[in-house]
Every structure is written in C-alpha cells, then in structure tokens.
C-alpha cells in the first residue's frame, strides 16, 4: 500500500482516541498535520487553554494548526501545502470548505457519533439521549457539503441504551468506538474494498443547540424533562428562573403522581420535586445562580418558601 498522508482535524477529548487509532496504522500514515480550535480562555479564572487533541498532539510531536476559520485563501493554500491524501475528522466545529473535502485523494472522512442518517447535525448524542433512542452507535463517513450527508463507509452495531446516560459520558463511549470502527475501515477504504453506501431513507437533523433550548418546560411531561436534564448536560444545562435567578436541575428522576400543577414545587412524603403537564420531576442535584450545588433537601434547609413556589418565578 502506498503512504496515506492524512491531516487530522478535532479538538476535544472526545477525538483524541480518534487521532490514537490513525497514528496506530503505522509509518505508511503519517499524519501531516493536525487542525484543532485555537486556544481560549477557561473557567472562573478566564485561563487560556488549549484543546485536549492540540495537547496531546504535541506530546507526539506533530505540527499543529489551529485557524479561527478555513475559508481564507491563505489557510486554503496553507492546508494544499500540506499534500494531505486523506483528512479525518473527529468533532472539529468547523465546516470545511470545498479544497478540503475534494483535493485529497480519498477525500474527507468523518467519525460520527449516532447510526446514521439518524440525528445528522451538531449535537447527535444530546438528541440521542432526549429523543429516549433505545439505542444508538458510531459512523464513518466520507464527507461531501450537506451536513453528515455523506455516504457510509462503516457503521457499528447498535449499542444498547438503559435511560440513565448523560451526555459527557456517552459521547466518549461512541467516539471511543468510531476509533475502532475508523482503524478497521480505512485501511480497506483506501484499497478499494470499502466501497462507501448511501445513507438511505429517515434521516433527522439536529439544529445547533443555544442556552434558550435549556429553559425547563413545565407543561412537558416529566419523562421528557428528566432527558433533558441527561442530554444538555453540560451545555446548555436545564433550568428555570426562582425568584428571578437561574435555578439549574441538575439530576433528577421521574416519580408518578396525578393532578399536579405544572411548575408548582411540592414535597410529598419527604420527596421534593416539581409538578409536570405528567408525574413529578424529583429533584435530586441542583443549584441557584451563584451558588454551589447542593441535594433538594439541602437546597429547601437553606430555602424557605421554596416549596410551594410556583416556577419560573
């Protein structure tokens, strides 16, 4: 086989075994460069930081890239310097432009982390955890210009779901798998054995989520409500306002319980939770603007008249 110069482009952690599985396919694949999201400042003390794959790419001692966008010209010419014969891409951010996806020789391939054309978009897993998907998996595809409408070049086997995952955690077990699948796949892509399959009928797509889409909705029946609190964690967080501050629910569980007032806090028997257009939210983490978290029963110790309150408020 001949040298497959490959360009990585990903930044956080979650890709980082990504990378680990294209430099796990030996000397006849370099990888020529590595593109990941220019450092930022992060956490309360504003420090910057750089991104988890950028780290780790500098332990292996690869040339790293991190352009705020793609589009110039000078980035165009700098990626064609590069002589890549194959980009892989793993939760990068950014769409690629044309001379990205076309001037390699076997193009541009992408880990995704939902069984495609099942939730195409930014934020698959969230969508995975909130839709109450019994299960899901990892795809490899070969980019074109549509959003993850490219053809297949692999897909795992469904991974079963048992409604207790979280975003953070199932991301890193899907892109940990799509490692595998990619390590297995492109050696036999570029040889011509791995023909790439159109992706076929009942594709969904999953729009860019923003802090908006974290507003609790309490006429939604507590079983939606308690995947969102799993899904949009950590971005953008599940909450609701308590007297005019952010009260973000944490984690919560599903209780039933009739004729209740949607928004409206209540304690029975001890258990503390709010009302829903169905069952109870039971709150069991959760913390208020400014504030560290804290259990429900702790929060209502130090909270009077909490209970009782309609929310938002």
């Given at each position: 086989?001949d ?6 482009m990903?930044?956080p ?5 990504v ?16 593109y990941?999201?220019?450092?930022r400042?992060?956490?309360r003390g504003?420090e ?8 780790f790419?500098q332990?292996r ?16 010419e ?9 980009v ?7 769409l ?5 996806l ?9 880990v995704?982390p939902?069984?495609?054309?099942r ?9 995975t ?6 299960a ?15 053809p297949?070049?692999a ?12 975003t ?5 077990r899907?892109?940990?798998l ?10 036999r892509?570029?040889?011509?054995e791995?023909?790439?399959q159109?992706q076929?009928?009942?594709?969904t ?23 969102q ?8 967080g599940?909450a609701?306002t308590w ?16 004729g209740?007032?949607p928004?409206?806090v209540?304690?029975?028997?001890g258990?503390v ?12 983490s ?5 504030r560290?978290?804290?259990t ?6 130090g909270?009077?008249?909490?209970v009782?309150a309609?929310?938002?408020?």
């Amino acid at each position: 086989m001949d040298t497959v110069r490959v360009v990585f482009m990903g930044s956080p952690q979650v890709a980082v075994p990504v990378l680990e599985a294209v430099l796990g396919l030996g000397s006849g694949w370099p990888v020529v460069g590595v593109y990941t999201a220019p450092d930022r400042p992060a956490g309360r003390g504003r420090e910057v930081k750089s991104a988890p794959v950028k780290a780790f790419a500098q332990t292996r001692g690869l040339d790293v890239l991190s352009p705020a966008r793609l589009k110039a010209e000078v980035e165009i010419e700098r990626f064609e310097a590069l002589g890549a014969d194959l980009v892989v891409l793993a939760a990068y951010g950014l769409l690629l432009p044309k001379p990205f996806l076309e001037g390699p020789r076997f193009g541009a391939v992408n880990v995704h982390p939902s069984l495609l054309p099942r939730h195409r978009g930014a934020a698959p897993v969230a969508a995975t955890i909130l839709a109450g998907d019994p299960a899901t998996g990892a795809s490899v595809i070969v980019m074109d210009e549509g959003l993850d409408t490219g053809p297949v070049l692999a897909r795992s086997a469904p991974v079963a779901l048992d409604g207790t995952e979280r975003t953070p955690g199932l991301t890193a077990r899907l892109f940990a798998l799509g490692a595998g699948l990619l390590a297995e796949v492109l050696p036999r892509y570029v040889a011509g054995e791995a023909p790439p399959q159109r992706q076929g009928e009942g594709a969904t797509l999953v729009k860019r989520l923003s802090k908006a889409d974290g507003d609790l909705d309490w006429s939604q029946p507590a079983a939606v409500l308690e995947r969102q609190v799993r899904a949009y964690d950590p971005w953008p967080g599940s909450a609701t306002t308590w007297r005019g501050a952010r009260f973000e629910v944490l984690d919560a569980e599903v209780a039933a319980a009739p004729g209740l007032v949607p928004g409206r806090v209540t304690d029975l028997d001890g258990v503390v939770g709010v009302g829903t257009g169905e069952g109870l939210l039971v709150l069991r983490s959760v913390r208020l603007a400014g504030r560290p978290a804290a259990t429900a029963a702790e929060f209502v110790r130090g909270h009077r008249g909490f209970v009782g309150a309609t929310l938002p408020s």
